[in-house]
């Protein structure tokens, strides 16, 4: 079962990179980082299990924090993508919080988020502002290898009111985050020393850890 373990976690999350050294400073930043995720996606509801984290430098990635959903999923509904997009935004939070700075290990995090929520607003009509609409009229080229192109069919208002309602969903989710892991900093340092020391948590492990230290809080 181990060894189906470890070859599943590498087919999700890449294969380790052990030789990759890294410092003290940037494991530090990386186990709150990583904890930061995991800790949001335990406080709010609806959202996929956390079923392992870890700190060792897996495919391109420092960390992984990876959720898997306990049935096939073929639609997501508004309430789950929002909760998503807080979850991207954990790791930043928590190196603000705690480390006092950013560090461009969230890149790819607000790259997700913004583009999650964009999809949201401009292809689901999951903004109340801009309504049940589509944006952008999209045209898929006949060869293979060519990308999608999306024309603008939208005036220069509705490109700036789209722009602000991505902004919202981002930044509401990036507050609503901090205030969570605000109100559990001691769940999170937890999370974070296990990290350190340990390098990898499953689930059962994480609950264990944070069994005794989440605070409940509304999401």
Not at 68 to 75: A, E, G, I, K
Not at 135 to 141: L, R, T
Not at 188 to 217: G, H, N, T, V
Request: proline share 4%.
């Amino acid at each position: 079962m181990d060894d189906f373990e470890a070859a599943k976690d590498k087919v999700l999350m890449g294969a380790e990179r052990r030789s990759m050294v890294m410092s003290e400073e940037e494991n530090r930043i990386t186990a709150y980082h990583e904890a930061g995720h995991a800790l949001i996606a335990k406080l709010l509801p609806g959202t996929d299990p956390v079923h392992k984290v870890t700190i060792i430098p897996r495919g391109r990635a420092l960390g992984v924090t990876m959720q898997l959903p306990t049935d096939d999923r073929h639609n997501y509904h508004k309430e789950y993508l929002y909760n998503t997009i807080a979850i991207m935004m954990g790791g930043r939070v928590a190196e603000e919080l705690v480390l006092n700075n950013v560090t461009t290990g969230a890149g790819n995090d607000i790259e997700k988020a913004t583009d999650l929520a964009r999809k949201m607003v401009c292809e689901w009509g999951m903004s109340e502002k801009m309504g049940p609409l589509t944006f952008g009229k999209k045209e898929q080229e006949i060869f293979l290898g060519r990308e999608i192109n999306q024309h603008r069919d939208y005036s220069e208002y509705t490109a700036i009111e789209i722009d602000n309602e991505v902004r919202r969903l981002v930044t509401e989710n990036y507050e609503r985050a901090k205030t969570l892991i605000t109100n559990n900093m001691k769940a999170l340092k937890a999370l974070a020393e296990a990290l350190l020391e340990k390098e990898s948590l499953d689930a059962p492990e994480i609950d264990r850890i944070l069994q005794s230290s989440i605070s409940p809080s509304p999401a």
